[in-house]
């Protein structure tokens, strides 16, 4: 049984081996429980710790939209009724092609209109997404526009040093 200082180094130990991705293996918790000398159920049960209580929010796999092919990444914002956006927001989240879909407080984005809802559509090429959201929205779009992606940002969280 390891102290709790024991296990706050060993916390820390795992972030640092895990932070900038997991190998890119069939068993990836294998090898870096081999690389920390322990056990991989106690490293599993440290991962699950580390979540319930807030230090790691979430593991997930980030992607390469360019490199998989999909060069037409856009953000659409959309001018809807206040009162409906939760509702359209959960009808366009739902949406194969939306990655992710949210609300934001209204603010002027390119001087002609103000956003309410915003998400983001992946396509294999700069598509007419936006027209089939728009046309799902119906008469609740009052007003609409696409940002395309231009190069792609660096994806990674908050980093710990060692």
Not at 47 to 62: K, L, P, S, T
């Amino acid at each position: 049984m390891k102290s709790d200082a024991e296990l706050q180094v060993l916390d820390r130990d795992i972030i640092l081996k895990t932070q900038a991705g997991l190998p890119l293996i069939a068993e990836p918790y294998q090898q870096i429980a081999a690389e920390l000398d322990i056990d991989v159920e106690l490293l599993m049960q440290r991962i699950r710790i580390m979540q319930e209580d807030g230090r790691i929010r979430r593991i997930g796999a980030v992607p390469n939209h360019y490199r998989l092919g999909y060069t037409g990444n856009g953000m659409s914002v959309w001018d809807v009724p206040d009162e409906k956006v939760h509702e359209l927001g959960e009808m366009i989240g739902a949406l194969d092609y939306v990655s992710h879909c949210y609300h934001r407080p209204r603010f002027c984005l390119t001087g002609r209109i103000t956003c309410l809802l915003w998400c983001m559509a992946a396509a294999a090429k700069k598509s007419l997404k936006s027209t089939k959201i728009a046309d799902l929205l119906g008469e609740h779009c009052r007003s609409r526009d696409v940002l395309f992606s231009s190069r792609i940002l660096k994806k990674t969280g908050i980093r710990i040093g060692g």
